[in-house]
């Protein structure tokens, strides 16, 4: 082990963590209102990392003089802002279907089996239909420079996911301790139908997480596009890697999901810069999959609360 490489990678695991851990906050969040396991925010993201390349890339060209052009559509903080408005509208077309009155009364497995249509639905749609041009890669909305933190050189755009994790998380906090709606909707997530009785308008309320969430999927494909690649098959990495950090919080409990984010891009860090000897990208994979199995296990054995979709038995 090299121990030198522990600022190093605790600073940029921290940063991996980020990019990891903000679809969870959607899946999360959907979870809590609806109970039903949101597969289509990993559509959305695709949806929102294909469409911020292509409004900061240009669209693909047609002709051979064309192969490598970059004809960016408007600035990147633009094209981030308007993928978040399209994450958004997407996940309030899609909550406004599931909370309505002849879908929001089926059985939780149905919606999560809707909801994998919908993953399928939306990112073979945007897939087909959404085709990135320019250069391999796709600039940052935030700069190509880095910032140094402590010994160790983040680039902004790491620098700005981690950030803009922790404003998201303090913001929902705030707002679901602090506002009417945000108790609503805790309210909600611990008994639907006494909240339904007190007056909660949960189709309402629903379809305005979803709504959010779909913005923070969108955000999460963004982010992960211009920072590691855009291919779909990158992107489904991404959803899966993000399904089971948001299942180490049972689907219900943000901070635990964090944790295991944290823990995630640590040690992915950790296996990446060598810390460890060197590692084969397949065992780096089993790995890093052992360890979420390993997480998602203790924090199953040691929760109070309900699993998400199993209730602890008593002794």
């Known amino acids: ?17 980020a990019l990891y851990g903000m679809l969870p906050v959607a899946i999360v969040l959907t979870y809590r209102i609806s109970r039903t396991i949101a597969f289509v925010h990993g559509g959305i993201a695709i949806f929102g990392a ?25 600035a990147t903080k633009l094209a981030l802002l308007l993928t978040i408005v399209g994450g958004a509208v997407v996940g309030v077309a899609f909550g406004a279907l599931v909370m309505s009155r002849w879908m929001a009364e089926l059985p939780g497995m ?19 239909y959404i085709r990135p041009g320019g250069l391999s890669s796709t600039p940052s909305p935030f700069g190509d420079g880095g910032t140094r933190v402590g010994d160790v050189v983040v680039t902004n755009h ?14 929902l906090a705030l707002f679901l301790s602090r506002t009417y709606t945000g108790l609503a909707i805790r309210a909600i997530a611990d008994d639907v139908e006494a909240s339904v009785w007190c007056g909660a308008k949960l189709r309402l309320i629903g379809t305005g997480v979803y709504g959010v969430s779909g913005a923070v999927a969108a955000l999460a494909g963004a982010m992960y596009a211009a920072a590691v690649a855009e291919p779909v098959d990158g992107l489904l990495l991404l959803m899966v890697r993000g399904m ?24 992915e860090t950790a296996l990446v810069v060598g810390f460890f000897g060197e590692v084969t990208a397949g065992t780096r994979e089993i790995t890093l999959s052992c ?24 002794a």
Do not use: H, K, W
């Open 110 to 128: 149905t919606l999560t089996v809707v909801s994998i249509a919908g993953l399928l639905v939306i990112g073979n749609l945007s897939g087909y």
């Open 158 to 171: 790491r620098l700005a996911a981690f950030v803009l994790l922790c404003v998201l998380v303090a913001g």
């Open 244 to 267: 089971l950090i948001a299942v180490v919080g049972g689907l219900r409990s943000l901070p635990l999901a964090l944790a295991g984010a944290v823990v995630y891009g640590i040690l």
């Open 50 to 74: 294909l469409t911020y390349a292509y409004l900061a890339r240009g669209p693909a060209g047609t002709t051979a003089e064309d192969f490598g052009r970059n004809d960016p559509i408007v």
């Open 291 to 314: 360890t979420l199995l390993a997480l998602i296990v203790i924090a199953a054995r040691f929760r109070r609360e309900t699993f998400f979709l199993l209730e602890r038995r008593q």
């Open 1 to 17: 082990m090299q121990l030198d490489l522990v600022p190093e990678i605790v600073v940029l695991g921290l940063t991996v963590a």
